[in-house]
Protein backbone atom coordinates (compact mmCIF):
# COMPACT_ATOMS: atom_id res chain seq x y z
CA UNK A 1 0.00 0.00 0.00
CA UNK A 2 1.79 3.20 -0.83
CA UNK A 3 1.90 5.65 2.07
CA UNK A 4 -0.92 8.00 2.55
CA UNK A 5 -3.73 5.84 1.27
CA UNK A 6 -5.10 4.36 4.17
CA UNK A 7 -7.24 0.76 4.22
CA UNK A 8 -10.66 0.35 5.48
CA UNK A 9 -9.50 -1.06 8.54
CA UNK A 10 -6.53 -0.58 10.56
CA UNK A 11 -4.30 -2.51 11.94
CA UNK A 12 -4.53 -2.50 15.65
CA UNK A 13 -1.35 -2.89 17.41
CA UNK A 14 -0.51 -2.57 21.10
CA UNK A 15 2.39 -0.04 22.26
CA UNK A 16 3.78 -0.31 25.87
CA UNK A 17 5.44 2.25 27.32
CA UNK A 18 8.28 0.45 29.88
CA UNK A 19 11.45 2.59 30.71
CA UNK A 20 12.67 4.86 27.79
CA UNK A 21 11.22 2.89 25.22
CA UNK A 22 8.28 1.40 23.82
CA UNK A 23 7.36 -2.45 23.47
CA UNK A 24 4.91 -4.02 20.73
CA UNK A 25 5.07 -7.56 18.48
CA UNK A 26 3.77 -7.15 15.14
CA UNK A 27 4.28 -9.60 12.13
CA UNK A 28 4.44 -7.25 9.21
CA UNK A 29 3.53 -8.94 5.92
CA UNK A 30 5.28 -6.49 3.84
CA UNK A 31 8.76 -7.12 4.03
CA UNK A 32 9.47 -2.86 3.08
CA UNK A 33 7.78 -2.34 6.92
CA UNK A 34 9.78 -5.02 8.44
CA UNK A 35 13.04 -3.72 6.54
CA UNK A 36 12.32 0.05 8.30
CA UNK A 37 11.72 -1.13 11.56
CA UNK A 38 14.39 -3.47 11.82
CA UNK A 39 16.81 -1.37 13.80
CA UNK A 40 14.73 -1.75 16.91
CA UNK A 41 13.72 -5.23 16.39
CA UNK A 42 14.85 -7.32 19.48
CA UNK A 43 15.63 -10.73 17.50
CA UNK A 44 15.88 -12.49 21.04
CA UNK A 45 12.79 -11.37 22.75
CA UNK A 46 11.23 -11.02 19.13
CA UNK A 47 9.53 -8.03 19.76
CA UNK A 48 9.96 -4.21 18.82
CA UNK A 49 11.45 -1.56 21.04
CA UNK A 50 11.89 1.84 19.95
CA UNK A 51 12.75 4.43 22.20
CA UNK A 52 10.33 7.03 24.05
CA UNK A 53 11.33 9.97 21.36
CA UNK A 54 11.30 8.39 17.87
CA UNK A 55 7.56 6.92 19.08
CA UNK A 56 5.72 9.36 17.26
CA UNK A 57 7.45 8.90 13.70
CA UNK A 58 7.08 5.32 13.58
CA UNK A 59 3.36 5.56 14.57
CA UNK A 60 2.78 7.95 11.87
CA UNK A 61 5.03 5.70 9.77
CA UNK A 62 3.10 2.55 10.29
CA UNK A 63 -0.38 4.60 10.29
CA UNK A 64 0.20 5.34 6.81
CA UNK A 65 0.95 1.56 6.18
CA UNK A 66 -2.18 0.66 7.99
CA UNK A 67 -1.52 -0.47 11.26
CA UNK A 68 -2.62 1.64 14.07
CA UNK A 69 -0.13 1.70 17.08
CA UNK A 70 -1.97 2.48 19.88
CA UNK A 71 -0.20 3.22 23.37
CA UNK A 72 -1.46 1.86 26.57
CA UNK A 73 -2.08 3.17 29.31
CA UNK A 74 -2.69 0.70 31.81
CA UNK A 75 -0.06 -2.68 31.89
CA UNK A 76 -2.17 -3.90 34.27
CA UNK A 77 -4.38 -5.08 32.31
CA UNK A 78 -2.60 -7.37 29.62
CA UNK A 79 -0.51 -9.07 32.55
CA UNK A 80 -0.67 -12.38 33.57
CA UNK A 81 1.34 -14.40 36.19
CA UNK A 82 2.03 -18.03 36.90
CA UNK A 83 3.66 -19.55 39.62
CA UNK A 84 7.41 -20.66 38.77
CA UNK A 85 8.48 -24.67 37.83
CA UNK A 86 4.78 -25.26 37.00
CA UNK A 87 3.49 -25.90 33.15
CA UNK A 88 2.61 -22.23 31.25
CA UNK A 89 -0.04 -21.80 29.32
CA UNK A 90 0.09 -22.58 25.63
CA UNK A 91 1.64 -19.59 23.32
CA UNK A 92 2.34 -17.41 26.35
CA UNK A 93 6.09 -16.87 25.62
CA UNK A 94 5.00 -16.41 21.82
CA UNK A 95 2.70 -13.61 23.24
CA UNK A 96 4.31 -11.89 25.53
CA UNK A 97 5.92 -8.24 24.72
CA UNK A 98 7.63 -8.53 28.47
CA UNK A 99 8.62 -11.03 30.54
CA UNK A 100 10.34 -11.03 34.50
CA UNK A 101 10.56 -13.10 37.14
CA UNK A 102 9.38 -11.89 41.09
CA UNK A 103 9.28 -13.97 43.89
CA UNK A 104 7.53 -17.45 43.33
CA UNK A 105 5.95 -16.21 39.87
CA UNK A 106 6.67 -15.92 36.38
CA UNK A 107 4.96 -11.98 35.01
CA UNK A 108 3.95 -11.46 31.31
CA UNK A 109 3.00 -8.41 29.54
CA UNK A 110 0.77 -9.93 26.79
CA UNK A 111 0.25 -7.96 23.26
CA UNK A 112 -3.70 -7.88 23.49
CA UNK A 113 -6.69 -8.92 25.48
CA UNK A 114 -7.24 -12.58 23.10
CA UNK A 115 -3.70 -13.22 24.35
CA UNK A 116 -4.86 -12.49 27.75
CA UNK A 117 -7.88 -14.37 27.45
CA UNK A 118 -6.23 -17.42 26.31
CA UNK A 119 -3.63 -17.62 28.84
CA UNK A 120 -6.29 -17.45 31.93
CA UNK A 121 -8.37 -19.95 29.92
CA UNK A 122 -5.31 -22.40 30.25
CA UNK A 123 -4.20 -21.72 33.74
CA UNK A 124 -2.57 -18.36 34.08
CA UNK A 125 -3.99 -15.26 36.33
CA UNK A 126 -4.54 -11.74 35.71
CA UNK A 127 -2.17 -9.85 37.85
CA UNK A 128 -4.94 -7.93 39.28
CA UNK A 129 -6.37 -11.63 40.68
CA UNK A 130 -2.71 -12.51 42.24
CA UNK A 131 -0.94 -11.29 45.27
CA UNK A 132 1.67 -8.83 43.68
CA UNK A 133 2.62 -5.65 43.76
CA UNK A 134 5.25 -4.81 40.58
CA UNK A 135 6.97 -2.12 39.29
CA UNK A 136 8.46 -2.27 35.90
CA UNK A 137 11.39 0.16 34.63
CA UNK A 138 10.91 2.35 37.06
CA UNK A 139 7.97 4.10 36.34
CA UNK A 140 5.28 1.86 35.47
CA UNK A 141 3.38 0.22 38.32
CA UNK A 142 1.76 -3.13 37.83
CA UNK A 143 -0.39 -3.86 41.17
CA UNK A 144 -2.62 -6.11 42.18
CA UNK A 145 -5.16 -7.33 44.89
CA UNK A 146 -3.61 -7.58 48.82
CA UNK A 147 -3.31 -11.33 49.96
Not at 45 to 50: E, G, H, L, S
Not at 65 to 74: E, F, I, K, M
Not at 93 to 101: N, P
Request: hydrophobic share 35%; no cysteine; glycine share 8%.
Amino acid sequence: MAPGVRPEREVPVNAFHVGDSYLFKQYFEREAVFDRLRRYYDRHQYRFAVPTEEFDGVRRFLAERGYALDPVTSLDDYAVVVRKYTAHPDDIFKTSVLQRSHGDYNLFVLKDGNAVAEAVADGGTRLADSPLSVTLGGQMRLSAAEG
